[in-house]
Every structure is written in C-alpha cells, then in structure tokens.
C-alpha cells in the first residue's frame, strides 16, 4: 500500500512539472491591490502570451475582491458586490496589457482561456495513462477469475460490463479531482472560482464518460484475446509427440 501511494505521488509530482512547463500563470508580481506589474522582460504579442497576461490578470482580480469583498471579510456586502469588484478590477488590468502592447482591450478579453490545448493535455494525460493500466490489471484479474475455457463467456463478461460501468463513473469523479488540484497548483491559487468551469472535465462529462467505458471494454477484449493466445500455444505445444531418439547400431554390432 505505501509502495503504491508513493508512485501515486511520483505520477502526481510528475504531472505538475510537466503542466508548468505547458503553462503556469505567472508568480513574480502576485498581489490583492488590483495593480498590474511591469513585466520583466515583456514578450512577443502572440495569442498565447496574451492568454497567459489575461490569466494572470484575472488571477489579481480573483485575489483582491477575496481580500477586499470576499466573503470571509467584513467589507463583504454581497455576492453580486463581490463579482462587480472583481470584473470592475479585471477590466482595470486588461486595460493596461492592452496599453502595454498597443491593442484593443477586446484582443486581451477574447485571448483569456485560450491557451487550453497543452494545459488539458499536461493535466489529463497522465490520468488516462493510469486509468488503462488499471483496468488492463483489472480485466486480467477477472478472465484469471473467470476463465472462458472453464466457465464460459457469460461470467466474465458480466463482470466486466458491471466493472466497466463502476470504474467510469470512479474516473469522471476521480478525474475531475484530479484535475482540479492540478489546476489549483498551476494557477497558484487555492480560490479556482468560476475557472473550474474552464476544465475539460466540465466541459466534456459525457464524452469522457463514454471514452473511459469503451477504453474499459476494449481494454478487456485486448486482455482476453491475448490470454487466449497464449493457452492456445500453450496448449498446442503439449499436444505435439515427443519422439525418443533411437541409437542405431555401429559396424561392429553389424558385423555380429
């Protein structure tokens, strides 16, 4: 149990140095006063630098309506006086990014959420990688269990058609753990807000709902096709005669 929470850790480790390298919001300048920092080295006005401006932009707004409106304070009046704070802030913040690069502010706006592609793939990868080889070790365990050589097709494929059902629904849930934590340790705050919206696992359910029942039952049939290969040559090797070699006779037994 500890060897396997340690790879779990490892893989989970792995998965965050991976998604910063996709793209982590920015660190340096973190602060709830609403104030744009200057940027160290400010770089090419490429869609993708004006995601990651946009993001960390919204990440400040985020901060200072927690500090100033949030909640858990007592300048808190309301949760649509929290929101207006917020977006009154973040369109403080787009505009100096677009006064920074000499663009409409609409470009910063329509740029913020679409720096995805990478980022989805650096957090779910990993996870779907992790989900086959359990259910390849799954599937094993129950053909072992059920062998269709003894008990027939019926039991085993019962069994995987109801396991395929309960570990969908345990990847959908787990996964979207998964990926918010991820998420959390990428943007650098534990507040996600509405950016939880923005994840793959709200956005696609359904579909990756769908994928995690058919990678499980292909994933069996794999598993199935290939122990049957192997009891099939296993079985056909003990099949084959054996021959004793027979010692023939020399010249001299010839001669007698």
Same mark, same amino acid.
């Given at each position: 149990?500890?060897?396997?929470?340690?790879?779990?850790?490892?893989? =989970?480790?792995?998965?965050? #140095?991976?998604?910063?390298?996709?793209?982590? /919001?920015?660190?340096?300048?973190?602060? %709830?006063?609403?104030?744009?920092? $200057?940027?160290?080295?400010?770089? $090419?006005?490429?869609?993708? *630098?004006?995601?990651?401006?946009?993001?960390?932009?919204?990440?400040?707004?985020?901060?200072?309506?927690?500090? *100033?409106?949030? =909640?858990?304070?007592?300048? +808190?009046?309301?949760?649509?006086?929290?929101? %207006?704070?917020?977006?009154?802030?973040?369109?403080?913040?787009?505009?100096?990014?677009?006064?920074? *690069?000499?663009?409409?502010?609409?470009?910063?706006?329509?740029?913020?959420?679409?720096?995805?592609? +990478?980022?989805?793939?650096?957090?779910?990868?990993?996870?779907?990688?992790? +989900?086959?080889?359990?259910?390849? /070790? /799954?599937?094993?365990?129950?053909?072992?269990? +059920?062998?269709?050589?003894? %008990?027939?097709?019926?039991?085993?494929?019962?069994?995987?058609?109801?396991?395929?059902?309960?570990? %969908?629904? &345990?990847?959908?849930? #787990?996964?979207?753990?998964? &990926?918010?934590?991820?998420?959390?340790?990428?943007?650098?705050?534990?507040?996600?807000?509405?950016?939880?919206?923005?994840? =793959?696992?709200?956005? *696609?359910?359904?579909?990756?709902?769908? &994928?995690?029942?058919?990678?499980?039952?292909?994933?069996?049939?794999? /598993?199935?096709?290939?122990?049957?290969?192997?009891?099939?040559?296993?079985?056909?090797?003990?099949?084959?005669?054996?021959?004793?070699?027979?010692?023939? $006779?020399?010249?001299?037994?010839?001669?007698?």
């Amino acid at each position: 149990m500890v060897i396997r929470v340690q790879r779990f850790r490892r893989l =989970l480790l792995a998965t965050l #140095v991976f998604l910063c390298a996709a793209g982590c /919001v920015r660190r340096e300048g973190r602060n %709830s006063d609403c104030k744009w920092p $200057p940027e160290r080295a400010a770089g $090419p006005a490429t869609t993708r *630098h004006f995601s990651e401006d946009a993001e960390f932009a919204e990440d400040l707004a985020i901060r200072y309506s927690d500090v *100033h409106h949030g =909640l858990r304070t007592p300048y +808190y009046v309301s949760g649509e006086d929290y929101a %207006s704070n917020r977006d009154r802030c973040m369109a403080r913040l787009f505009g100096e990014i677009a006064k920074q *690069h000499n663009v409409p502010i609409e470009r910063v706006y329509g740029s913020l959420g679409q720096n995805r592609a +990478y980022i989805d793939l650096a957090i779910n990868l990993p996870f779907a990688l992790l +989900y086959g080889l359990v259910a390849a /070790v /799954v599937a094993r365990a129950i053909w072992r269990r +059920y062998p269709p050589a003894e %008990s027939g097709w019926l039991p085993g494929a019962t069994m995987i058609l109801f396991l395929s059902l309960a570990f %969908s629904v &345990a990847f959908v849930m #787990v996964g979207d753990i998964w &990926a918010r934590i991820a998420e959390t340790y990428r943007v650098g705050n534990d507040h996600m807000s509405y950016r939880a919206d923005r994840l =793959l696992w709200a956005r *696609h359910l359904t579909a990756l709902f769908s &994928a995690a029942f058919a990678t499980f039952l292909l994933t069996a049939a794999e /598993v199935a096709r290939r122990m049957l290969g192997k009891d099939s040559r296993l079985e056909t090797r003990s099949m084959r005669p054996t021959f004793k070699k027979v010692e023939r $006779p020399g010249r001299a037994g010839l001669n007698l």
